[in-house]
């Protein structure tokens, strides 16, 4: 398996080699950009769909069911959280 490799920039040098660092994020690389004295912070590439969407909503309709009484009160579990058991 290959290690990800964490590359560190500045929003300065980020600014300037954009298109290589998303070259390197796809790749699998992280890359850090951090402010100066500020918090850094890193990107990923996301994986869409085919659509570019992240989701959809109603993509599951009619794969899930929900069973009954699934939103009931247990009494067990509400003592559990209540009195520590």
Known sequence: ????????YTL???KARLSALLDAVAAGDEVEIRR???KPG???IIRVDEE??????GALAGRIRVPEGFDEE???L???FEHGG
């Open 1 to 8: 398996m290959e290690a990800v490799m964490l590359r560190n």
């Open 12 to 14: 300065r040098e980020a």
């Open 36 to 38: 100066q004295g500020g």
């Open 42 to 44: 890193r990107f990923r």
């Open 52 to 57: 570019g969407a992240l989701r959809r909503p």
């Open 74 to 76: 247990d009494p067990d």
């Open 78 to 80: 509400v003592a559990v």
